[in-house]
């Protein structure tokens, strides 16, 4: 005891800010040499005789920070009775297993003051006594706390509209969703302004901008207290509202902005008039939060084509994923011809002759059986695979109709029709997709005939001007299918080389219960002959509509009451039979 009554003092660095009664056991000079080097509060605490947690030494550091901290209990050095018993807890734990975790979080205070710190536990070596310690430190930080709070609310806002983000959005769709009851259910509507992007093109960003705000400020106006808006993306809103009434409260929110928007907009000089569809998805118990989301942005497509908000109907998302998941299947068994053509024969109504086929693209697949043409190629359309199915098409056709030339030693008095989508007229090369199947089949021009939809040419008169005129050029015959149906002009019937007009099916099976449609087909026949065109009826499934077309001087016709469409070897047998000698 004498001698450490003669020990110089310790550097006043170096020193405990308080000396604890620790029943005998006290930091060595190596710890106090420990506690000064280290920059941040730090503290040595372990177990005194009786097993209580006990602060042996800390360096000035921690004073300060647990004079911060306000906790008494800290400050005399005594853990048991400290605010914070999750602290206790964590150092009681890590003193008995240093295995155990050694790093807490925690606040002190609430709202803008509070201070928040991050202790970190470390294993020393025992006392003297053999009691276990560890080397306490404790971080405030506060300031990168408030840092990273900020930068959310950032990340959290839309910086335009001020409104929150999509990102806030389902996070507030997934807090909600957890606190839904019987008394409260909510929805989410996604409400699209159409035609922004014109705006923009014609009158700038800057106007785009101004616009979304207005828009904005009126969709607020628009809802009800406790309903939700948020920016989800460029013309985008969400808006999460609670149901009193189920899915009436939700359509009555949609009437309510739409009424709201119906007030034209003014954007310089000028005043605009906005529309917006609407999709609304309803909320069950335990949904994920983006899987709603995108129920509702499924249902604003929806809106668009029906022109009125639309609520989520699983069954349409359903048939919408089997066309995305035929045209993945449609896309592989491209790549592995898996696809089939089948002929229809085209009756020459007046001999009874074959004159030539239809050619029909046909689906049978491995596991699903047969997909129908009306369901395989709108998706091929839309995906953009009708170029490469109509490319295939065309040199499948050709390849056919050289084997049958082939197998009778010489070219048969036949042709065959293939379709174009009118996609394939915007989008493909069609003279170059012909003289490639004829070039590669050896057929001459006049052994195909190419069957192009009114929508082909009413999309783009001018491009289909230029399509006609190359596949005349490429001496093909062109046909107009299921004329009739569409919106042509009797201007394009006139200036388009058109050889042949098909009557749609539609006018051919009601002639012989409507007289309006008799008229009809009537009139087609006399208009095709004043022009210079053959015709071929579509859909004749009797014997009364053969003779009946034949005498008002039908050129071909087509249907089941003549032979369902067949494969390749049985088309050709088909020919034969009914080839007169």
């Given at each position: 005891?004498?001698?450490?009554?003669?020990?110089p003092a310790a550097p006043k660095s170096a020193r405990p800010a308080a000396q604890v009664d620790t029943q005998g056991v006290r930091a060595s000079a190596d710890d106090h040499a420990l506690l000064a080097a280290l920059p941040i509060a730090a503290a040595i605490v372990g177990l005194n005789g009786?097993?209580?947690?006990?602060?042996?030494?800390?360096?000035?550091?921690?004073?300060?920070?647990?004079?911060?901290?306000?906790?008494?209990?800290?400050?005399?050095?005594?853990?048991?009775?400290?605010?914070?018993?999750?602290?206790a807890q964590l150092m009681s734990e890590f003193l008995a297993d240093f295995d155990s975790p050694g790093e807490l979080d925690f606040c002190q205070g609430d709202g803008i003051g509070a201070r928040h710190y991050r202790i970190k536990l470390a294993p020393l070596s025992r006392c003297e006594k053999g009691r276990p310690r560890c080397l306490v430190s404790m971080v405030d930080r506060t300031v990168e706390v408030r840092a990273e709070r900020t930068l959310r609310a950032e990340m959290l806002r839309d910086s335009l509209t001020g409104l929150p983000n999509r990102l806030s959005f389902t996070e507030t769709v997934e807090l909600k969703g957890g606190e839904s009851s019987r008394d409260l259910e909510h929805a989410v509507l996604v409400v699209d302004m159409l035609r922004f992007s014109r705006i923009n093109e014609s009158m700038g960003s800057l106007a785009g901008d101004e616009l979304l705000i207005t828009f904005a400020r009126r969709l607020m106006s628009a809802l009800r207290s406790g309903d939700v808006l948020a920016r989800t993306g460029g013309n985008e809103f969400g808006i999460l509202v609670g149901l009193k009434r189920g899915v009436a409260d939700a359509l009555a929110a949609a009437d309510r902005i739409q009424e709201m928007m119906s007030t034209p907009f003014k954007l310089s000089e000028l005043e605009i008039r906005v529309e917006c569809a609407i999709g609304?998805?309803?909320m069950h118990t335990g949904q994920d939060a983006e899987e709603l989301f995108r129920h509702a942005q499924f249902a604003v497509k929806q809106a668009k084509q029906a022109g009125k908000p639309q609520v989520y109907e699983p069954k349409e998302a359903s048939a919408a994923r089997r066309r995305f998941s035929i045209e993945t299947e449609l896309r592989r068994a491209l790549?592995?011809?898996?696809?089939?053509?089948?002929?229809?024969?085209?009756?020459?109504?007046?001999s009874g002759e074959v004159s030539g086929f239809e050619a029909l693209a046909r689906w049978t697949h491995e596991d699903r059986g047969e997909i129908s043409p009306t369901e395989f190629i709108p998706v091929a359309e839309e995906s953009g695979l009708i170029l490469q199915l109509g490319r295939w098409a065309m040199d499948k056709a050709a390849q056919t109709v050289a084997s049958w030339d082939k197998q009778a030693g010489e070219p048969l008095p036949v042709y065959v029709g293939v379709n174009l989508s009118a996609?394939?007229?915007?989008?493909?090369?069609?003279?170059?997709?012909?003289?490639?199947?004829?070039?590669?089949?050896g057929l001459?021009?006049?052994?195909?005939?190419?069957?192009?939809t009114e929508s082909s040419i009413v999309q783009d008169p001018g491009r289909a001007m230029r399509v006609f005129e190359a596949l005349k050029a490429l001496d093909a015959t062109v046909a107009m299918d299921d004329f009739g149906t569409g919106y042509s002009s009797l201007a394009y019937l006139q200036r388009l080389p058109i050889d042949?007009?098909?009557?749609?099916?539609?006018?051919?099976?009601?002639?012989m219960r409507d007289a309006d449609s008799v008229a009809i087909v009537r009139a087609v026949l006399s208009l095709a002959d004043a022009l210079g065109m053959s015709t071929t009826a579509e859909g004749i499934e009797?014997?009364?509509?053969?003779?009946?077309?034949?005498?008002?001087?039908?050129?071909?016709?087509?249907?089941?009451?003549?032979?369902?469409?067949?494969?390749?070897a049985a088309a050709l047998e088909y020919w034969k039979g009914r080839r007169k000698a």
């Open positions: 005891m004498q001698a450490a009554a003669n020990r009786q097993g209580v947690l006990k602060l042996f030494a800390h360096n000035p550091r921690f004073d300060e920070v647990i004079a911060l901290t306000g906790d008494k209990a800290m400050m005399a050095g005594d853990f048991r009775g400290c605010e914070h018993l999750q602290i609304v998805a309803l790549d592995k011809d898996q696809l089939k053509l089948f002929y229809q024969p085209l009756i020459n109504l007046k996609i394939q007229v915007a989008r493909d090369n069609i003279a170059e997709v012909v003289e490639s199947a004829l070039k590669s089949s001459a021009g006049n052994r195909l005939t190419l069957e192009l042949v007009l098909k009557i749609d099916k539609s006018f051919v099976t009601g002639m009797t014997v009364e509509l053969a003779t009946t077309l034949a005498a008002l001087g039908c050129s071909s016709g087509q249907g089941y009451y003549f032979a369902k469409p067949l494969e390749a």
